[in-house]
């Protein structure tokens, strides 16, 4: 999963500088391995900024002093975390090449799962890619940008150098997931894949043209939201501040939108399908209150996961008329323990969190002074479990809490309740889960899941039940639901590679 964000100016403004910055912090929590931008003053590209880390790190008071010395009229920029192609700073992006008649760049948002068999493609064709060799001159998977950006390059060749052409050739000949911009010195492409796997919105702040992987980027209040990249079209914006929009391919029935995005990675404050008047916090609200409908508790105390967890959290309290009390602290300066490294999650997940012990310590004077019946159950509500490393690590803590504040064992139950369903299968369209081997439901039942756990039960919210979620929120903007689920089902709507 990555960000992608810019925007087209009509003349240089010396806000754009802080609020192009600002995306990229908006935008942070969809990656934050490395972060990059490029920018255009409509005459040339300046060099790429690239580097390891945070948009904080990045973006510096040095980035930004250049940023308005150049006075860009064009930015695109790109939070990475990686799915595809190695850690190392010839995979970050933007990607970029040099033509005689100039620069060219990519961002993209989204995965390729033939990046094998694209690589083999062009490199028969004497196309060389340079994320596709380490340091030792071995083969590895390549970055799917510079696939993008190499392949379009190519098939607008082909094409008279008609790139409008090229991209609907890309997008009748490549597999896969991509919200992508496109940057030239005096114009910029965005489009998306025909089946619209990853958002991408687009809006107006005062002179510019704005864009970005989720509407939460446009924090100004002056910044409106026009519309979604549709699935299989692009849009050109240009200089002079018109835009070109181009159906060039029909999209895909059913569509295949990432319902990660809703349960999970999106903020809270982003709205739904980039026009509707809801965020994603009032859907997982109703996923919550939809997983009680399916796996009630009669009595017990919620707790949510911070910070996705919470919304489910409140809904499912909501639904069973349960008290919804907090637990868990998060550390707001440890990065997502999702998209940390094997290795480093479980430590970084007790670096990320931390209990009040004030809740458990008031239960266990009550059980003393038997004000309440025992066992106490506390639910736990996370808003997916991918590894199980995170809830493993909660679990664990409350037990250790518990036992360390004079509590006894036997006057705790602890309960999960998961308002997603299970997550079988690896994704192939832009979430870092390659192997079944990772996927603990794809090895586990739900009670041994719960073994594993040291919990009394571990409930998931079914596929029906997230369904009809969502079609509650398609609904009322006329949009069907077409969402993915083939990391709940291991069925694919397109070809894929499995990669070990």
């Known amino acids: 999963m990555c960000g992608v964000f810019g925007y087209v100016a009509k003349k240089w403004n010396e806000e754009l500088a802080s609020f192009f910055a600002l995306m990229g912090f908006f935008l942070q929590h969809r990656g934050q391995e490395n972060c990059g931008a490029a920018f255009s003053n409509g005459d040339y590209i300046e060099d790429i900024i690239k580097g390891y880390g945070l948009v904080s790190t990045v973006f510096n008071d040095k980035f930004l002093k250049s940023f308005r010395d150049f006075q860009p009229l064009i930015a695109t920029g790109h939070t990475r975390y990686a799915t595809a192609g190695s850690k190392s700073m010839r995979c970050a992006q933007p990607q970029w090449m040099d033509f005689l008649e100039g620069r060219r760049v990519v961002c993209s948002n989204g995965d390729l799962p033939l990046l094998d068999q694209e690589r083999k493609c062009l490199e028969d064709k004497e196309v060389f890619l340079l994320s596709s060799r380490n340091r030792q001159g071995e083969i590895v998977m390549p970055n799917d940008a510079e696939i993008i950006l190499k392949k379009i390059s190519l098939l607008a060749e082909e094409n008279g150098r008609n790139f409008t052409k090229a991209i609907r050739d890309f997008m009748l000949t490549t597999k896969g997931a991509y919200s992508t911009a496109l940057t030239f010195h005096d114009k910029l492409y965005l489009f998306r894949d025909p089946y619209g796997f990853r958002p991408l919105v687009y809006g107006y702040w005062k002179n510019s043209w704005v864009f970005a992987s989720e509407s939460c980027a446009f924090h100004e209040s002056e910044a409106k939201v026009e519309g979604e990249v549709k699935p299989g079209e692009l849009i050109i914006f240009t200089l002079d501040g018109k835009i070109k929009k181009h159906q060039l391919v029909e999209p895909k029935r059913p569509g295949q939108r990432c319902p990660f995005e809703w349960i999970y990675f999106s903020r809270p404050d982003s709205r739904l399908f980039g026009i509707g008047e809801k965020e994603f916090f009032a859907f997982r609200y109703e996923l919550g209150r939809k997983l009680y ?208």
């Not at 493993?392 to 602890?414: A, F, H, P």
């Not at 979430?431 to 040291?454: F, M, R, V």
């Open 293 to 500: 409908q399916e796996q009630p508790l009669e009595e017990g105390i919620v707790v949510g996961v911070p910070n996705s967890g919470i919304p489910a959290a409140k809904g499912f309290a909501r639904g069973g008329n349960l008290n919804d009390k907090v637990l868990f602290v998060h550390t707001p300066y440890i990065t997502r323990t999702f998209i940390e490294k094997e290795g480093h999650r479980e430590r970084k997940s007790r670096l990320k969190y931390s209990l009040m012990p004030s809740l458990l310590s008031s239960l266990i004077g009550k059980i003393q002074t038997r004000q309440i019946k025992t066992p106490v159950k506390i639910i736990i509500v996370d808003d997916s479990i991918v590894r199980l490393t995170t809830l493993k690590v909660l679990v664990s803590m409350v037990i250790e809490e518990w036992s360390n504040l004079g509590g006894q064992k036997k006057d705790l139950e602890i309960h999960t309740r998961i308002p997603s369903p299970m997550i079988k299968a690896p994704c192939y369209y832009g979430i870092d889960t390659p192997t079944y081997d990772e996927l603990i439901a794809a090895n586990h039942s739900e009670k041994e899941i719960a073994q594993i756990l040291g919990a009394a039960s571990v409930r998931y919210l079914s596929i029906k039940g997230l369904n009809e979620t969502l079609d509650n929120f398609a609904r009322p903007f006329n949009q069907e639901r077409n969402f993915c689920n083939a990391c709940f089902t291991d069925r694919y709507p397109t070809e894929v590679e499995p990669r070990v």
